[in-house]
């Protein structure tokens, strides 16, 4: 038999694949590829400093930067729609592509504990940027801070409004540190998910003391306060973290403090949460976070020293528990810096990274948060990092999910957000490609339906086919004991369907 040349085969992928195209598919990626983390460049300590972590090309490239702004817990920003930063935040003031502060973008969050942290604040999900619905280089900046020290809680909700077209492009804060909410909530915890019609956003936020969440909604119109809804457990001050499944139909809240967790149903058309399951978590721990896997199936509490997994479709939520990991006692760079577990973010490549709750110079990763148990490959202190990153995990909503299709709520004409696939290729980019052990991951835009991959080798012979879940925009593929070659990876969500390629090489 005749061995491909390692190459051949990159001859035939030019061949096969356009920089054209490549540059197409990679520009429908961006929004939320950034995620900005460490402290300002001291120009002393080399640890010390700024670290992107970018998902731009689909896989993750790590830098160290030199930049003017600190992350501590608080951490958002945006990117354009090929990627490139538009600004960010830390919660005390909102920064430029430049790093300066953008134009009126100081004093955010006027307060005590502010004043305390003018560097940037160390609260969990205390800022998230949502795109202005109908306005383009319109966002909405959401966001708290700690306004009573003796029971470390949030007063109110703020909204900031920002317009990129100000200040020769650099952006512009258009009204800042506006009202939307007056009353006692716990801190940080905001987040959002896409409505039903695939163009407003649900907005929410927990009142201290109670079981009341605020739902906010932000249409082209503006923003206000839709409702509250009583449901679930009575939630005092916590340091813990909330999310929506990647689909939209579930919500998590892992309490942190009393290690609890609860998952909720929630309705995009209506913006109401249902069914709420209570698990108690018995172990001693105290913060942490949580996350659900790209399939929307399984969700990842990270609870200071241990990480559990739990399955979201099981009958019996509490039961489906696996202790996916436990602490392994590293430290990182020399104690008492121990890389444990808390904050918690799925990734545009598909894997879930946790923080290690301290100023480490290292991330934990869970590389196959789609499988179940410990198959979901959880790998302690997996990323190294060049500098100190403390926590920085953005703040980053699912900017991709569109409308709920054949719902009272799709009413505005947005069948998908999936670009049209007419020209089959160039829409799915796979990566690593060439891939030395058959092991890709592909990535894709959302689509409402289910779809199916079909990967075929060189004589058309199917080698392998997998469920594609609806919105998802990444998948992973392993092609263990194929052969070196090209192979044709199609994906087909009904009647659409897009292609690509990849090269596997062997040793």
């Not at 999900?125 to 801070?145: N, S």
């Not at 949030?154 to 009202?179: R, W």
Request: charged share 15%.
């Amino acid at each position: 038999m005749k061995r491909f040349s390692i190459g051949r085969l990159l001859m035939l992928l030019c061949l096969v694949q356009s920089g054209s195209t490549l540059h197409q598919a990679a520009a429908q990626f961006g929004v939320n590829n950034l995620w900005m983390g460490g402290y300002v460049f001291a120009g002393i300590d080399t640890a010390l400093g700024g670290v992107d972590l970018n998902y731009i090309t689909g896989s993750r490239v790590v830098s160290a930067v030199d930049r003017g702004i600190d992350f501590g817990r608080t951490s958002a920003n945006i990117t354009d729609s090929d990627g490139n930063l538009l600004f960010s935040t830390n919660g005390a003031y909102i920064a430029n592509v430049t790093g300066d502060t953008m134009l009126n973008g100081g004093g955010l969050n006027p307060s005590w504990y502010t004043s305390q942290y003018p560097e940037g604040l160390h609260l969990s999900q205390a800022c998230m940027i949502l795109p202005k619905p109908d306005a383009p280089g319109q966002y909405y900046l959401f966001h708290g801070t700690i306004d009573d020290p003796p029971n470390s809680n949030a007063l109110f909700l703020y909204l900031t409004t920002i317009d990129m077209a100000l200040d020769e492009g650099l952006g512009g804060v258009v009204s800042k540190n506006q009202v939307l909410i007056a009353d006692a909530l716990n801190t940080g915890k905001i987040t959002a998910v896409r409505h039903a019609n695939g163009r407003d956003w649900w907005v929410f936020c927990h009142k201290l003391n109670t079981d009341t969440y605020f739902r906010l909604l932000v249409t082209p119109n503006g923003v206000s306060v839709d409702g509250t809804q009583a449901i679930g457990e009575i939630r005092p001050r916590d340091v813990g973290q909330v999310c929506f499944s990647p689909d939209g139909s579930k919500f998590a809240y892992y309490y942190g403090a009393n290690t609890d967790l609860e998952v909720f149903d929630f309705d995009r058309c209506t913006g109401l949460l249902s069914n709420p399951v209570h698990i108690p978590i018995d172990d001693s721990n105290f913060a942490g976070g949580v996350a659900f896997s790209p399939n929307s199936r399984y969700v990842y509490v990270s609870s200071t020293k241990d990480v559990y997994q739990y399955d979201a479709e099981a009958p019996d939520i509490e039961a489906s528990m696996v202790h996916i990991a436990e602490w392994d006692s590293f430290y990182s760079p020399f104690p008492p810096f121990a890389t444990g577990f808390d904050l918690a973010q799925l990734a545009p490549d598909g894997q879930v990274y946790i923080a290690t709750g301290n100023s480490t110079l290292s991330l934990h990763v869970i590389h196959n948060p789609d499988e179940p148990g410990l198959a979901c490959n959880m790998e302690q202190h997996g990323v190294v990092l060049p500098r100190y990153y403390a926590n920085s995990l953005p703040n980053h909503p699912n900017y991709f999910l569109g409308p709920v299709d054949g719902s009272v709520c799709d009413s505005l004409g947005i069948n998908t957000l999936t670009p049209t696939l007419s020209r089959g290729e160039g829409v799915v980019r796979a990566f690593p490609n060439p891939s030395a052990d058959g092991h890709f991951v592909l990535r894709y835009p959302a689509n409402a339906g289910v779809g199916w991959l079909e990967v075929q080798d060189i004589a058309g012979r199917v080698v392998l086919r997998e469920r594609i879940p609806q919105w998802s925009t990444v998948h992973a593929v392993e092609l263990d004991g194929q052969a070196a070659g090209i192979y044709q990876c199609s994906l087909v969500w009904g009647t659409e369907a897009a292609t690509t390629r990849v090269i596997i090489t062997r040793p």
